[in-house]
């Protein structure tokens, strides 16, 4: 008689790993915390002197919320996003709507999760405070990201201060002219789109009455659109037009215009556009090319991976840039959790979010020319493309890795 065996098999998890992250923005911050979340150490490094986002508005759909709450930031959420209960996409002239991209604040019955729109140096403040709460020193200043090698087992990487950091793997997450992507895949500066981007930020009360026919719209025009929605509890209106152009000299993101400047682009929008933009203090507005880049073949090599801007830059037609950081940020939690390994760790977390994020990316361009349609009336009866595609379907805390 054979007694019979128990066979267990005990599978090691990776604990305090220590990871380095280049690039203190929205996407890195919230690896950074993912990382947190599930034992391991992390340092950010960012080039600035002191940490803060630029003025301006942000839409966080339902599929970004899901990240945004597997990080701890539900609740910070609920407080200080606005929820708008209907948005629309509207003709550029008459102020007609086309189609309706939500009705009746339905998102979180159909995706579990809300869609907010807020103001960005919140989010980006409320994730600095909970990384530097679970760690004082995680963050690290004034250091701009110069190179790195791997050896042993370990990854070192060099700044321009002439301070070095070892750590068991890195994240790239230092945007779109990504200089970690630069040293793993070669040196190649993105692609001018045929795109500027106005942007402005004014008090709501001056203009309340022209914020028709719903809280949250995006009006459609031959080669250009012009997006406005309410921020900080609806004290503020934050907008964002952009309009094709043949030529852009400017360097850098964000640079100071007029407004005599975006109403020669949209003088011939609604009154309600043009008095948005006529409200506008001087200093509150600026403008910036945008700029993207093909899908990578690969985004690690070794110990070190890409993360948001620096994998998969994209253009903002579906409003999906920062919500790629987000979910890529709490999908990497996610596999650092299930791995026993760096690599494997790296490999799940590429596997899981290429596909998705190349898919995004593709779909950004082609938004672009039906939003800028010579005929926007041609619209009528559509549907946005983030529902056309089944984009805040995805859940970072259900999808497999």
């Excluded at 349609?373 to 559509?382: C, I, L, V, W």
Aim: aromatic share 8%.
């Amino acid at each position: 008689m054979v007694d019979d065996v128990l066979i267990v098999v005990v599978t090691r998890f990776m604990k305090n790993a220590h990871i380095l992250i280049v690039g203190a923005g929205i996407g890195g911050l919230t690896a950074a915390l993912a990382l947190q979340r599930v034992g391991h150490k992390v340092s950010v490094f960012e080039t600035a002197p002191q940490l803060g986002e630029v003025g301006a508005g942000l839409t966080i759909s339902p599929n970004a919320t899901h990240a945004l709450e597997y990080v701890g930031l539900g609740p910070y959420m609920a407080e200080h996003g606005d929820r708008p209960e209907t948005g629309a996409s509207v003709h550029y002239q008459t102020g007609e709507v086309l189609y309706y991209t939500q009705r009746d604040s339905e998102f979180r019955v159909k995706f579990g999760a809300e869609y907010y729109q807020i103001h960005r140096a919140d989010v980006h403040g409320a994730l600095a405070d909970a990384v530097r709460a679970n760690d004082a020193g995680a963050i690290h200043l004034n250091h701009t990201f110069k190179s790195f090698s791997q050896s042993g087992g370990k990854v070192t990487a060099t700044f321009s201060n002439g301070q070095n950091f070892t750590g068991d793997a890195m994240v790239g997450c230092d945007g779109v002219r990504s200089v970690v992507r630069a040293e793993l895949f070669g040196a190649q500066d993105p692609r001018f789109t045929g795109q500027v981007a106005f942007r402005g930020l004014v008090d709501a009360d001056p203009v309340r009455e022209h914020i028709v026919p719903t809280p949250s719209s995006t009006a459609l025009g031959p080669g250009r659109i012009f997006t406005r929605y309410f921020v900080r509890n609806r004290k503020l209106v934050n907008f964002v037009g952009i309009a094709r152009t043949d030529a852009w000299k400017e360097e850098g993101w964000s640079i100071s215009a007029t407004v005599d400047e975006m109403l020669s682009v949209y003088g011939d929008f609604n009154e309600h556009t043009r008095a948005i933009i006529k409200s506008t203090p001087p200093g509150r507005l600026f403008k910036w090319g945008l700029f993207d880049r093909d899908p990578l073949a690969q985004w690690t090599k070794g110990r070190v991976t890409l993360l948001g801007d620096a994998a998969h830059a994209m253009l903002p037609f579906l409003g999906m840039g920062a919500a790629m950081g987000l979910e890529d940020g709490a999908i990497m939690g996610r596999c650092f959790e299930a791995a026993s390994t760096i690599e494997e760790a790296l490999s799940r977390y590429e596997a899981a979010r290429k596909e998705r994020t190349t898919m995004v990316l593709l779909n950004s361009r082609k938004q672009a020319g039906l939003y800028q349609s010579d005929n926007p009336a041609s619209m009528r009866g559509q549907s946005s493309g983030e529902t056309r595609l089944g984009l805040f379907n995805y859940n970072v805390n259900t999808v497999p890795i």
